[in-house]
């Protein structure tokens, strides 16, 4: 029996099995909008048999992008445009997760193919945000520390885009809280230097992302998970860390937060990151251990064995996927007939089925 392959319950919701498509930014929209990319890049994953499909970062603000070509979701027209590719997924029996974001200092870049340079304002750009004025790189301009208003306003515009995420009919809202964006620069030490109650000691560092998810979990209808994703390291002596995580995840648990999607790194971009074969599964293991909450994993994940060794040995509660499922979005339907799992074929594939 293939524990990969098995159902997921959280909540009321129930996952098909423990294989999720983790958030990818495509960098293929205009104005926020999701176009017919999105359609099929979203839905061919859903046909290829993950449980949850979650797109990518998707700014709560247009300053919230990391490039232009981001989506968005602060206009009632983002939210419409989405609604048919949620649909869609849930026709072929995926459930629909939606990333939130607010990309502070590491906003107003350009694509990966222009080489994700700095835009400034007169070029596309815009002025960023953070909790402090600490420029990403000397190519990038100093964001603006955020005040009290511009904290209030961050809170109401992720709460807004929650809205419109469930109105367009998402079953799991992540929050981002990861890879040295806004929320992961709060928690930081070493982007976040503010003196007032939202720097300082962890439980400062932690107050905004904390009482955006637990404002979050208590919006989102009960029956339906709420996630987040951080960075468990900055791989940086002096910075966040593993220990720091843990307390995280349990203040996570405690607000009633349904998942944490275990990923690092991101923050300080010369870090040294050991990248190899699982090299973040050691994450998900040990907050699920330690506070006793579920977990992603996520990173080099690429073998239908490895991935069911994870689930099996109770490192995670499921596995994300992303460059794999570039390659391969069938990799489900694929990796279950390699590990002896019985899987649904979309009906119109079934002639394929081996
Ligand atoms: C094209 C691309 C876009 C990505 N965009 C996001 C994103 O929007 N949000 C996020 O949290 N991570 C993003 N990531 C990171 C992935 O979700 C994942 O954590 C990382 O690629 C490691 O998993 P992998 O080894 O399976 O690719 C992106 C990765 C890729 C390759």
């Known amino acids: 029996?293939?524990?990969?392959?098995?159902?997921?319950?959280?909540?009321?919701?129930?996952?098909?099995?423990?294989?999720?498509?983790?958030?990818?930014?495509?960098?293929?929209?205009?104005?926020?909008?999701?176009?017919?990319?999105?359609?099929?890049?979203l839905g061919s994953r859903a046909v290829g048999g993950a449980a949850l499909v979650i797109v990518e970062a998707t700014g709560v603000c247009p300053e919230g992008r990391i490039t232009p070509a981001c989506l968005g979701l602060w206009s009632d027209a983002q939210r419409d445009a989405l609604k048919p590719i949620?649909?869609?997924?849930?026709?072929?029996?995926?459930?629909?997760?939606i990333q939130i974001a607010h990309a502070g200092r590491k906003a107003s870049c350009d694509t990966p193919w222009n080489h994700s340079r700095h835009l400034a304002p007169d070029k596309g750009g815009w002025q960023t945000v953070a909790p402090s004025a600490l420029?990403?790189?000397?190519d990038h301009a100093p964001p603006v520390a955020l005040d009290r208003q511009g904290i209030e306003d961050i809170f109401s515009m992720f709460m807004a885009a929650a809205q419109r995420a469930?109105?367009?009919?998402?079953?799991?809202?992540?929050?981002?809280?990861?890879?040295?964006?806004?929320?992961?620069?709060?928690?930081?030490?070493?982007?976040?230097?503010?003196?007032?109650?939202?720097?300082?000691?962890?439980?400062?560092?932690?107050?905004?992302?904390?009482?955006?998810?637990k404002a979050l979990r208590e919006f989102w209808p009960q029956d339906k998970p709420v996630f987040v994703r951080i960075s468990a390291t900055d791989w940086v002596e002096g910075g966040w860390d593993l220990?720091?995580?843990?307390?995280?995840?349990?203040?996570?648990?405690?607000?009633?937060?349904?998942?944490?999607?275990?990923?690092?790194?991101?923050?300080?971009?010369?870090?040294?990151?050991?990248?190899?074969?699982?090299y973040q599964t050691g994450f998900a293991a040990a907050i699920r251990a330690e506070a006793g909450i579920a977990t992603g994993a996520v990173g080099m994940i690429t073998a239908p064995?490895?991935?069911?060794?994870?689930?099996?040995?109770?490192?995670?509660?499921?596995?994300?996927?992303?460059?794999?499922?570039?390659?391969?979005?069938?990799?489900?339907?694929?990796?279950?007939?390699?590990?002896?799992?019985?899987?649904?074929?979309?009906?119109?594939?079934?002639?394929?089925?081996?």
């Open 1 to 41: 029996m293939s524990r990969l392959f098995s159902p997921l319950k959280l909540r009321e919701t129930v996952f098909r099995n423990r294989i999720f498509v983790s958030p990818m930014c495509q960098y293929s929209a205009i104005d926020g909008m999701p176009n017919a990319w999105h359609m099929v890049h």
């Open 243 to 278: 220990a720091q995580s843990v307390q995280l995840a349990q203040w996570l648990k405690e607000i009633g937060v349904d998942l944490i999607d275990c990923s690092s790194g991101g923050l300080i971009l010369e870090a040294k990151i050991p990248f190899g074969p699982g």
């Open 135 to 138: 420029a990403l790189t000397p």
């Open 86 to 97: 949620v649909d869609f997924m849930h026709q072929h029996g995926a459930l629909a997760g």
């Open 305 to 354: 064995a490895q991935a069911e060794h994870i689930i099996a040995t109770g490192q995670a509660d499921a596995v994300l996927l992303a460059r794999e499922l570039l390659r391969d979005p069938y990799w489900p339907l694929h990796a279950a007939r390699e590990l002896q799992a019985e899987i649904d074929w979309p009906l119109q594939y079934v002639r394929a089925k081996l």
């Open 166 to 213: 469930l109105d367009a009919g998402f079953d799991v809202i992540e929050l981002h809280c990861a890879h040295g964006y806004l929320l992961n620069s709060f928690l930081s030490p070493l982007t976040n230097h503010r003196d007032d109650e939202y720097g300082g000691s962890l439980e400062n560092r932690c107050r905004l992302p904390l009482r955006i998810a």
